[in-house]
């Protein structure tokens, strides 16, 4: 899930990403702004979901990956949108 809260006075929008894979123990977002070797790392819920908050610059699109446990990578479902990446497989997209 995504939720963006949007300020009048900042040339930012804070998203806040929440995911709920089955039987995880670390999920991270890579991709955002481009950056596919530093990840943002999730906080682990009681309810097993894993949550982050970024601000992300407007007016701009972000294509991510969740990677699981270090090794699985999945799309967000609630992702703005999904576009093919350069493996033959696709990205999550987030337009702010």
């Known amino acids: ?5 949007y300020y009048k006075t900042k040339d930012y929008c804070k998203v806040k990403f929440s995911f709920k894979p089955e039987l995880a123990e670390s ?3 890579l991709g955002l702004n481009s950056d596919w070797e530093n990840s943002v ?3 682990k ?5 894993f949550n982050a ?3 992300l610059p407007k007016d701009s699109k972000h294509e991510f ?3 699981i446990d270090s ?3 999945a799309n967000d479902p609630e992702a ?3 576009v093919p990446n350069l493996f033959g497989g696709s990205n999550s997209l987030v337009v702010i």
Not at 1 to 5: C, D, F, H, I, V
Not at 45 to 49: C, L, Q, R, V
């Open 1 to 5: 899930m995504l939720q963006k809260t």
């Open 27 to 29: 999920v991270e977002i």
């Open 41 to 43: 790392i999730m906080s």
């Open 45 to 49: 819920k009681k309810d097993g979901s």
């Open 53 to 55: 908050e970024v601000n």
């Open 65 to 67: 990956k969740y990677r």
């Open 71 to 73: 090794q699985n990578w």
């Open 80 to 82: 703005d949108s999904q």
